[in-house]
């Protein structure tokens, strides 16, 4: 019976240790990137506005696409943020993208920019990461709770 108990209180420990790595991977995802990256397009809602053409089509998820436009006078070619929607275009594809004015390399799609995608992404991760926080917890309790009726205490 006592050995019984130390492989579960191991096996228990250990999923405990999973859960709180899962939370703090979660969390740390949450907190370094998504949310950092919903306030960065955030700040381009005020961008100027642009039709764009898909100049590269690559991993957007990596920021490996890039965009065409005019700004300033000039023909730009800038890479839209990691994340964004752009790989959902064919090169040659028409977008409209906001830019930065005084730097137009900061540039995203107005699609990304306008729409609340990457602020609900980032809140529903770090809710995640509190949900994973407390599963260990209730386990805990749970656990705590049954062995204190099988015991007969309380």
Known sequence: MVDETVRTDA???TEVFAWLGLALLLGALSALVLT???QHLRSLRDGVRAD???HTRGTCALGRCKVAFEAQG???VAALPPGSSGSQYPVGAHLTVRYRADDPQVVAGAADVEGGEATLLAASTGAGA???LLLPVMRTVGRARR???SSGVG
């Open 147 to 149: 062995r204190a009726s």
């Open 52 to 54: 764009a053409t898909m």
């Open 74 to 76: 000039r023909t730009v």
């Open 36 to 38: 950092p990256q919903a």
């Open 130 to 132: 509190v949900v994973f």
């Open 11 to 13: 096996g228990h420990r």
